[in-house]
């Protein structure tokens, strides 16, 4: 019994503290949507005295992914094993510093994709963030830890590395502002790197006004006068990817640019037409990597270049600490960064041609004041464990877009357009390399009109889609009535149903489909629909007399007759009713 009852305490105390693990856990995730790997303090300087200006990020809040260095912290790199074989930061990353000395205080380090690798956000040292904007759905990455905590309003702005879209994603998944600036704008001393001709700094906020001032501070940006774009280039073949309506994207930017810059501003163009015209070099990429496949796309083309330069460069980077450790790497990022194929020289030669003729050529085309309008990503955000995000359909169409400024150096905003179907949709602008401040002023000039005529076009979608429905509720009514007529009694059934699924406010949709029942002897369900009928339409004749005369056949004599009488009532001239009602009341005087 003693022995027992000890098992039985053991048993209990294990319980209790599960139970405690899995409390502290959730409650984890409740106060930080799992988005931290470590918290901890960096304080700005103190207040100049007056009259001097305050600092310029006085009172705001910051956290960094975890690729930039803190003084005395481990930079992880989203991977256990590279923090276990790496000692403390000697100094803090220089863009860190120069936030805290601009008056922003530093909480701590988000969660990334392990070596920044991969467009889910999902970590399986650390546990995945979750998206506050769609909880069932990724954050997207690889600095998703950054995007959710500005999107949770736990921090104004956070840090992260962009190299193919690891701001820009999780910005446009998350809902939320994200920037990446122009190739080398930023110093990257302190970061790891990923892809050193690719990495660029990025940041997200919430408040454009936020995105713009922490804008300033890193890009060391002397004031100007603002200038309107003279130029909104809408690409028309990236948007042909997108996988929501296109008209819900780009009718915001076309509204939003007539308001407040005029119709003349607006230009479509082919982006890959024009590009492919531009850039010699990429003829020679194209013909040795797609056999003379001439369908190959533009698009395509220069997110396998990314791909190249992004590949050779990591293993450059860190190929011989992959070599030594052997770190179990994640499925998702294995073939990437472990085992790397040796590259020819040429093949290398070739990209860095085809990326320095492509910022040519986008400088050409937007200048110093135009605007590329293309979207984020093509997809909405997948679904948590969903196939899709190791669809190679999905990280193409994903690529194909990201890889335009990184590939090019430009510098790309992510805006977001609210929602539809229950996920965060967005859009991005892009301006010329080295057209930072220029598009950090037209992100905060454009942003409210934007939002406000997004939330018009969710509205009018909503509207459509209800019309739309009952257009199909009409149709599926038309084919029942059809049915009846050729006596196809369950076929009949089925299209009601079907219209009643669509439109369950159409007294009409019950009625008929009672009327079938009839026919095939099922008083209750006629009774039950004619019911339904008369609840929605208390001047439905047929409602009546078809309950009137299944009420009959199920021996409910004097309910039938009082619906034979309220039929009569609204339709004296019906024979039926009148008929019927003199028949039953003469068989109960």
Not at 501 to 513: Q, V
Not at 531 to 549: C, Q
Request: charged share 25%.
């Amino acid at each position: 019994m003693g022995a027992k009852s000890a098992n039985l305490w053991v048993l209990l105390g294990l319980g209790i503290a599960g139970i405690v693990l899995l409390t502290k856990k959730l409650k984890r995730v409740g106060e930080d949507f799992g988005a931290f790997v470590e918290k901890f303090r960096l304080l700005p300087p103190p207040q100049p005295a007056p009259p001097k200006a305050p600092h310029p990020l006085t009172a705001l809040t910051f956290a960094v992914s975890d690729v930039f260095d803190v003084e005395g912290h481990v930079t992880g790199f989203g991977s256990l094993d590279w923090a276990r074989t790496h000692e403390p930061a000697t100094r803090t990353a220089t863009v860190v510093s120069v936030l805290v000395e601009g008056g922003a205080t530093c909480v701590g380090r988000t969660v990334v994709n392990e070596f920044a690798f991969g467009l889910s956000g999902e970590n399986k040292h650390h546990g995945s963030p979750t998206n506050p904007a769609a909880q069932d759905r990724v954050p997207g990455g690889p600095c998703s830890g950054a995007a959710v905590v500005v999107a949770a309003n736990l921090v104004d702005f956070s840090l992260g590395i962009d190299t193919v879209g690891g701001v820009r994603v999780p910005a446009a998944y998350c809902g939320i502002l994200g920037f990446r600036s122009s190739h080398g704008a930023v110093s990257n001393v302190g970061i790891l790197p990923i892809s050193s001709s690719l990495d660029a700094v990025g940041w997200f906020a919430k408040d454009p006004d936020v995105l713009r001032r922490v804008g300033h501070v890193l890009l060391q940006i002397p004031f100007s006068a603002e200038r309107n774009p003279r130029q909104m280039i809408i690409a028309d073949d990236c948007f042909q990817l997108l996988k929501v309506p296109i008209d819900r994207v780009v009718q915001v930017v076309v509204k939003s640019t007539e308001k407040l810059y005029g119709r003349q501003v607006l230009r479509h163009e082919n982006l890959g037409e024009f590009c492919r015209s531009k850039i010699l070099s990429l003829k020679a990429f194209h013909n040795k990597k797609s056999n003379g496949d001439l369908k190959s796309s533009f698009l395509k083309d220069i997110a396998e270049i990314g791909q190249v330069l992004q590949r050779e460069e990591f293993k450059q980077n860190h190929g011989d600490w992959i070599d030594e450790v052997k770190p179990a790497l994640d499925s998702v990022i294995s073939t990437q960064s472990s085992h790397l194929p040796e590259m020819a020289d040429m093949e290398v030669e070739n990209s860095i041609l085809v990326r320095n003729e492509l910022r040519s050529a986008l400088s050409g085309l937007l200048k110093d004041d135009g605007i590329l309008v293309i979207p984020t990503v093509a997809d909405p955000p997948p679904k948590v464990g969903s196939k899709e995000l190791h669809s190679e359909d999905f990280k193409g169409r994903a690529s194909s877009l990201l890889s335009i400024a990184s590939v090019s150096g430009c510098c790309q905003a992510t805006l977001p357009l609210g929602y539809h179907d229950r996920c965060p949709v967005s859009v991005s602008f892009i301006a010329r390399h080295g057209g930072d401040r220029f598009l950090l002023d037209t992100v905060r000039s454009m942003y409210a009109t934007l939002i406000e005529l997004a939330e018009i076009s969710s509205k009018t979608k909503s509207s459509a889609n209800t019309i739309t429905r009952e257009e199909s509720a009409e149709q599926a009514k038309e084919k029942g009535n059809q049915a009846f007529k050729e006596k196809q009694w369950q076929k009949a059934i089925g299209f009601y149903t079907e219209a009643i699924k669509l439109n369950g406010t159409s007294a009409t949709y019950y009625s008929n489909r009672a009327a079938v029942y009839l026919e095939l002897g099922s008083f209750l369900q006629a009774e039950a629909d004619c019911s339904k009928a008369i609840n929605l339409d208390k001047k439905n004749v047929k409602a009546y007399l078809r309950r009137g005369t299944a009420r009959e056949m199920l021996g409910y004599y004097k309910e039938a007759i009082e619906d034979f009488r309220y039929a009569l009532v609204l339709e004296p001239t019906n024979k039926r009713a009148s008929l019927s009602a003199e028949r039953l009341g003469k068989l109960f005087q």
